[in-house]
């Protein structure tokens, strides 16, 4: 019986929404935590969060990121929305961060409504899943329950991911936080969205490691438009898409880049190098009409596994008033 492209893409697209909504819910968090006490929890997160990517759309990749550098930190409780003078805010892997704003408005309306209910931790949780579907994503359920953290060091960020980590010492920081290869090729894809500095990949236009070359996973190609953009000597907080062409759009363009040589992090171009991940990123360009689904699912599940990292839950930690300050 010949089957339709079509048919096929129907029972994938059902079998997507099962596997999303049975998606496995971590140890100490559930979906519907606050069905009782805060029924109008998703709601309330939601609207905060389209109405600031409505009005700045580069605000998605913002918010996104504020959970991955959350849960690299202590685990996902909230830490990185501390303010202080030594907080993790301060770190310098956290000082490009943005959208703080948009927590704040869910948290102050979540206050109003639900007081002293739903923790910061929890809806950046759920803003990044909001912010995933506006940028063009798929939608997955949010394990809910955690609490708030009491402790922000700038200190203790020495561990996040960074852009010149080698293969081997991205593998080995997530599977400090029990993360493993495919959910590091998976979790990273999120820089389909977002920008970095010129500061963070300017090294590899010109010596890269002392060669007085560029380095030799950039194509040929792109090397002319990364160095109009980050010209030496130029402008270190020029921010250029780490998606070129879909700086915006939560899609599986970023993996056909680092295939064709236009990663611009060295930290990303080596997925596509390194023989250990690039079967994954293989997987994610599988046939034209699979490969946005199979990246989705697995985008999902692989953000409620680091969702679920390091947790505090039932008297752990507090639930804050304010995300910016402990009570």
Request: glycine share 10%.
């Amino acid at each position: 019986m010949k089957v339709s492209s079509f048919n096929i893409m129907a029972i994938l697209m059902c079998l997507l929404l099962a596997t999303l909504t049975t998606i496995a819910q971590g140890q100490g968090t559930r979906v519907g935590f606050y069905r009782t006490t805060c029924p109008s929890v998703e709601s309330i997160v939601r609207t905060a969060v389209q109405s600031a990517v409505q009005a700045d759309p580069t605000l998605a990749a913002g918010v996104l990121r504020i959970f991955f550098h959350d849960c690299f930190v202590h685990g996902c409780d909230g830490s990185v929305l501390l303010d202080g003078p030594s907080s993790e805010k301060t770190a310098p892997p956290n000082l490009p961060l943005r959208g703080f704003e948009v927590i704040d408005a869910a948290k102050s309306q979540l206050e109003t409504t639900c007081p002293g209910v739903v923790s910061c931790a929890d809806i950046s949780a759920l803003a990044a899943r909001d912010a995933v579907v506006l940028a063009g994503g798929i939608s997955w359920q949010v394990p809910l329950g955690r609490r708030d953290g009491l402790v922000s060091q700038a200190s203790d960020t020495v561990n996040l991911p960074a852009f010149n980590d080698s293969i081997s010492v991205q593998i080995s920081k997530f599977a400090d936080k029990g993360l493993n290869i495919q959910d590091l090729v998976t979790l990273v894809g999120a820089h389909t969205i977002g920008t970095g500095a010129c500061v963070v990949f300017r090294y590899r236009l010109y010596n890269f490691n002392g060669t007085n070359q560029p380095d030799p996973d950039i194509n040929p190609s792109f090397l002319p438009q990364l160095r109009a953009l980050c010209p030496e000597g130029g402008d270190d907080s020029r921010r250029v898409a780490l998606d070129t062409g879909s700086v915006t759009r939560f899609d599986t363009s970023y993996f056909t880049n680092l295939r064709n040589g236009r990663g611009v992090l060295e930290s990303d171009a080596k997925l596509w190098s390194d023989s250990t991940t690039r079967p994954i990123v293989q997987r994610f360009l599988g046939l034209s009409g699979l490969l946005g689904l199979t990246f989705n699912v697995e985008f999902g599940r692989s953000m409620v596994k680091m969702g679920n990292i390091e947790l505090r839950t039932g008297s752990q930690g507090e639930i804050r008033r304010v995300c910016r300050a402990t009570n």
